[in-house]
């Protein structure tokens, strides 16, 4: 559950439970981290918090009775879904169904498995004996089209743009983790200020790409 879902559902100012969740943080209490998200409507970046289950329930452990039911309440509804989406047999004959429907799915997603082991390999032994490569390229050794692949990215939180900028930007857990990089460039000082700049690009680290590899295997990407 976001910091921001919780800020609506119990009415109060998202700064407010940002600032709850850094002083847990600072605690060591919550393990959950701090990462941005783009807001759809402006194209900016904003902090929030991405929350489990116990991390959320021991953030609002601290506010009244009426706000922690709210809380409880939003989760056993995200629950119910999970489990109103659960085939369970009733018979043996709905439980031979299952298993039947089970094991088909399970040989064509082995296939699947041997068709894409070949390229998987080919992937990590190259990510094994390279750097990091931009996206374009890391595109182009996994077979899709870049535009694919940046799409991707971006909805799957490795990557975002700040708003009026260009250029592409990784979320810091992917950094964190080591499936990407920034490559830091020095450019020209400011003619108006004197001040140093710098630019920088994002790039697919060796790790990364053998993930992005098992994706595409697993036809998740």
Same mark, same amino acid.
């Given at each position: ?66 706000? &922690?039911? #709210?809380?409880?309440? @939003? $989760?056993?509804?995200?629950?119910? !879904?999970?489990?109103?989406? *659960? ?73 975002? &743009?700040? #708003?009026?900028?260009? @250029? $592409?930007?990784?979320?810091?857990? !992917?950094?964190?983790?080591? *499936? ?42």
């Amino acid at each position: 559950m976001s910091s921001r879902e919780i800020a609506e559902l119990t009415g109060k100012s998202h700064d407010n439970v940002l600032r709850d969740a850094r002083a847990l943080v600072k605690q060591g209490v919550l393990k959950s981290e701090e990462t941005p998200y783009t807001h759809p409507q402006n194209g900016q970046a904003y902090p929030e918090f991405l929350l489990s289950q116990r991390d959320t329930l021991v953030l609002v452990s601290g506010y009244n009775a009426q706000l &922690r039911a #709210k809380i409880i309440d @939003r $989760w056993q509804e995200l629950e119910g !879904r999970v489990v109103a989406h *659960l085939q369970v047999p009733t018979n043996f004959a709905e439980a031979l169904r299952l298993a039947a429907e089970q094991a088909e799915q399970n040989q064509q997603l082995q296939q699947v498995i041997d068709h894409q082991a070949p390229k998987v390999a080919a992937i990590k032994r190259l990510a094994a004996a390279g750097g990091a490569i931009c996206i374009t390229d890391a595109a182009k050794h996994l077979q899709l089209q870049p535009s694919k692949l940046f799409d991707w990215l971006e909805q799957h939180r490795w990557i975002y &743009r700040r #708003k009026g900028s260009r @250029r $592409w930007i990784a979320f810091q857990p !992917r950094i964190t983790t080591g *499936l990407m990089k920034h490559k830091v460039t020095d450019l020209k000082p400011d003619p108006e200020t004197g001040l140093d700049r710098a630019a920088f690009d994002v790039l697919v680290t060796p790790k990364g790409l053998s993930r992005l590899a098992e994706l595409h295997a697993e036809g998740s990407l």
